[in-house]
């Protein structure tokens, strides 16, 4: 009778509950024995605090389908945007008691994560880290040259690099990564989520319209996200300013709130701008706002390490606008075909690859036809199909090192011995 293999056992630690890694969660849940750390608990708050501008909780289950686990955060303050904010000197003592075959950290940023890749290393648990830094992230260049010989110290220990994107992949091999311990867990939303709600909405779109304060007709572009400065919306305000001075029949949507709303509100009455700023639209919300609009722009600066808003976005149908900085601008954004990207806080780049999508609406649309069918293999389940081949391959690996350790021993204990009876 053929003994059924246990399942491959694996934790996660990440700083917090995250939507957009619930779904990712999930699917790796139907393919391991998983268990999900979370180093704080962030509250309405915090939220608010994270630049959000508004105190909510998200209105999408992100604890439901999976195993997990809220950490004793002993940090004096709580924070997961903060390297002292999250605090857990109990994961040494879980990753010893649960005997996971691997361990997969979101990156390095706060003691929590340090924490468990010393504890990792004591124990001899394969390590693997799933992150989306990148090289256009905005850093001194004193940093940059203090934290370069450090990073090559610690970052090729990892066992396996599950890699989100190619600007991600870049950064790791800068720092010693080696090519073939890197595994392909591109970062994925809940496509179908998005697109049929996005579907359903847009069968009424001259009402979603007007419930946002914009003209049935005419090309409405969008800004989703934070109102603080990394995202830089003034950027998106200057390129609508400029287009719709010239043509007539372009308004914009502003979805997001934060500490720059003030300014970007007064801006827009003072010129009498078409642009309506919706504020923050929880998750179950977005999909309106995507299906009002015809394309996405995000402005952002290297702290934009990847942009999962274009994800939603192409998911619903939607042409994406970026600038180079942005780290999804490599795998998502391909010129006259998913969209466009310009140059950095360049209001007239950015103006100029808009005005031929605001022009011509069959190109739009084209481009929108294909931004779906892009983002079709940018899907969940293919995270975690190459999770799922990362743990196998360290698990087998360490098994690997382990027999050769113990048969070196066993020859060396037999010419001991052999030494001996001379």
């Not at 591109?186 to 909405?201: C, G, I, K, S, T």
Request: proline share 5%; glycine share 8%.
């Amino acid at each position: 009778m053929t003994a059924i293999a246990a399942p491959l056992r694996v934790g996660i630690l990440a700083t917090h509950p995250i939507q957009y890694y619930a779904p990712w969660y999930r699917a790796l849940d139907r393919l391991l024995d998983l268990e999900v750390l979370f180093s704080h608990r962030q509250t309405p708050e915090g939220q608010a605090r994270a630049g959000f501008g508004v105190e909510f909780d998200w209105d999408v289950p992100v604890l439901d389908g999976y195993r997990h686990t809220f950490l004793r955060n002993v940090a004096r303050r709580p924070d997961v945007g903060a390297f002292w904010g999250c605090n857990t000197p109990d994961v040494g003592r879980i990753i010893a008691a649960r005997r996971f075959d691997a361990v997969i950290v979101h990156g390095w940023a706060t003691l929590s994560y340090w924490q468990a890749m010393i504890a990792c290393w004591r124990t001899g648990t394969p390590l693997i880290v799933r992150g989306d830094s990148t090289l256009a992230m905005p850093r001194p260049g004193w940093w940059r040259a203090l934290k370069a010989p450090a990073f090559r110290l610690f970052i090729p220990r990892f066992d396996a690099y599950l890699v989100v994107g190619a600007r991600a992949k870049e950064y790791l091999t800068h720092y010693g990564a080696r090519d073939d311990r890197c595994f392909d867990a591109p970062h994925a939303v809940d496509n179908a989520f998005f697109a049929e709600r996005a579907d359903r909405l847009r069968e009424d779109r001259a009402g979603l319209r007007r419930a946002f304060g914009l003209p049935e007709d005419g090309v409405v572009l969008l800004f989703a996200g934070r109102l603080v400065d990394m995202k830089q919306p003034m950027t998106f305000v200057e390129a609508v300013a400029g287009l719709t001075a010239r043509h007539r029949g372009v308004a914009a949507l502003v979805a997001g709130d934060g500490p720059l709303r003030a300014a970007l509100e007064a801006r827009v009455a003072r010129e009498a701008l078409p642009i309506r700023v919706a504020g923050f639209l929880n998750q179950t919300e977005m999909a309106r706002a995507y299906a009002a609009a015809d394309v996405l722009v995000l402005p952002s600066d290297g702290r934009e390490t990847w942009g999962l808003v274009v994800n939603e976005a192409m998911a619903c149908g939607l042409p994406a606008v970026v600038s180079d900085r942005v780290g999804c601008a490599a795998d998502l954004v391909r010129a006259d075909e998913t969209g466009a990207v310009f140059r950095f806080g360049s209001v007239s780049d950015l103006t100029r690859r808009l005005e031929p999508i605001v022009l011509d609406a069959s190109y739009r649309d084209r481009l929108g036809r294909q931004a779906r069918a892009h983002i079709a293999r940018w899907d969940v389940s293919i995270a975690a199909a190459g999770t799922v081949q990362a743990v196998r391959v360290v698990r087998a690996r360490r098994a690997g090192e382990a027999s050769r350790s113990s048969g070196a021993e066993v020859t060396a204990h037999q010419a001991a011995r052999g030494r001996s009876s001379r």
